[in-house]
């Protein structure tokens, strides 16, 4: 990896100076592929004359102290380098600050990136390069026992969130949604099902034995599983979608269309739009937000309209 000078490995942790654009970089993002792509990045940088700084952050406390410090120091332009997990908790410990965040997508899932439009590393570099911002909303959550979180993309509760646990398992090196899709096969063993009760703004209680129940700000999660089509970053609603109990043979005629396109195609799933829900559950299941385990149910979800400046293309 380069170092502070270019030549060698990123510099960690951040250096207590003013700096207006301040990266951080998770290392084990994508398998190692974040660490990677840092020597490419720092050039393409300078091609512009744009001047960046480089944190490496190798573990959540040293990620938060490194964004603290960089707040503290005058920065006003944040970036993650790395996949949905690592832009959320830059977004968390930022919230409320007066600061821009960016997102260099290097990791296995990166939907919020892609719902963002930003596809790739140059096009990432471009937003960042260019300054153009957008609000968007972000999605926040209170547990019964006080406790809150914040994330961007997708969450929910049910097969996904056995899936998130294992993903950063065993498979944590696959490529995207595989990764994904291999962690949901795995934990669809001996999985019955999460009796679930979804009360919507203004609605009666929906009580269903599902898959999966998910609460979406971005059309896609899971690296591209396209479960929430309409959903839009910035439009003041969030998507619930809950997805039936399906048999194992079932979710193998899914899989075909999962892998290849992304496509959850299936009658037994249904889709609602709100601004805010409370789930309940039985057996306080793992919630998870953009892939990490948040809380356990139950738990109050609501949009936080346009809560996080975001560089876009």
């Given at each position: 990896?380069?170092?502070?000078?270019?030549?060698?490995?990123?510099?960690?942790?951040?250096?207590?100076?003013?700096?207006?654009?301040?990266?951080?970089?998770?290392?084990?993002?994508?398998?190692?592929?974040?660490?990677?792509?840092?020597?490419?990045?720092?050039?393409?940088?300078?091609?512009?004359?744009?001047?960046?700084?480089?944190?490496?952050?190798?573990?959540?406390?040293?990620?938060?102290?490194?964004?603290?410090?960089?707040?503290?120091?005058?920065?006003?332009?944040?970036?993650?380098?790395?996949?949905?997990?690592?832009?959320?908790?830059?977004?968390?410990?930022?919230?409320?600050?007066?600061?821009?965040?960016?997102?260099?997508?290097?990791?296995?899932?990166?939907?919020?990136?892609?719902?963002?439009?930003?596809?790739?590393?140059?096009?990432?570099?471009?937003?960042?390069?260019?300054?153009?911002?957008?609000?968007?909303?972000?999605?926040?959550?209170?547990?019964?026992?006080?406790?809150?979180?914040?994330?961007?993309?997708?969450?929910?509760?049910?097969?996904?969130?056995?899936?998130?646990?294992?993903?950063?398992?065993?498979?944590?090196?696959?490529?995207?949604?595989?990764?994904?899709?291999?962690?949901?096969?795995?934990?669809?063993?001996?999985?019955?099902?999460?009796?679930?009760?979804?009360?919507?703004?203004?609605?009666?209680?929906?009580?269903?034995?599902?898959?999966?129940?998910?609460?979406?700000?971005?059309?896609?999660?899971?690296g591209g599983v396209k479960l929430a089509p309409s959903a839009r970053l910035n439009d003041g609603e969030l998507d619930f979608v809950l997805v039936e109990m399906l048999s194992?043979?079932?979710?193998?005629?899914?899989?075909?269309?999962?892998?290849?396109?992304?496509?959850?195609?299936?009658?037994?799933?249904?889709?609602?739009?709100?601004?805010?829900?409370?789930?309940?559950?039985?057996?306080?299941?793992?919630?998870?937000?953009?892939?990490?385990?948040?809380?356990?149910?139950?738990?109050?979800?609501?949009?936080?309209?346009?809560?996080?400046?975001?560089?876009?293309?």
């Amino acid at each position: 990896m380069p170092k502070a000078d270019g030549s060698a490995g990123v510099p960690s942790p951040f250096r207590e100076e003013a700096a207006g654009t301040v990266i951080f970089v998770n290392p084990g993002a994508g398998g190692g592929r974040a660490a990677r792509e840092v020597v490419r990045m720092r050039a393409e940088f300078a091609s512009r004359n744009f001047s960046v700084q480089l944190a490496e952050c190798r573990s959540p406390g040293e990620f938060r102290e490194s964004i603290r410090k960089a707040s503290a120091s005058g920065s006003k332009r944040l970036v993650a380098m790395g996949g949905d997990g690592t832009l959320q908790l830059l977004v968390r410990e930022a919230a409320g600050l007066d600061l821009t965040i960016g997102v260099i997508p290097a990791g296995g899932g990166n939907d919020v990136a892609r719902a963002l439009g930003i596809r790739n590393r140059a096009e990432a570099i471009q937003a960042i390069v260019g300054g153009k911002t957008l609000a968007v909303d972000a999605v926040g959550l209170r547990f019964q026992n006080g406790e809150t979180a914040i994330y961007l993309g997708g969450g929910g509760v049910g097969l996904d969130a056995e899936a998130a646990h294992r993903a950063g398992g065993r498979f944590r090196r696959w490529p995207g949604r595989l990764r994904y899709l291999a962690a949901a096969i795995d934990a669809l063993r001996g999985y019955r099902g999460t009796d679930v009760e979804l009360e919507l703004r203004g609605l009666e209680p929906i009580r269903k034995r599902v898959l999966l129940a998910a609460a979406l700000n971005t059309p896609s999660y899971g690296g591209g599983v396209k479960l929430a089509p309409s959903a839009r970053l910035n439009d003041g609603e969030l998507d619930f979608v809950l997805v039936e109990m399906l048999s194992r043979l079932e979710v193998a005629r899914l899989l075909p269309g999962l892998i290849l396109r992304g496509e959850f195609a299936t009658s037994r799933l249904r889709r609602f739009r709100a601004s805010g829900a409370k789930l309940r559950s039985t057996g306080s299941p793992w919630f998870h937000g953009d892939g990490e385990l948040l809380g356990k149910v139950p738990v109050e979800i609501e949009v936080l309209p346009r809560a996080v400046r975001m560089l876009v293309p």
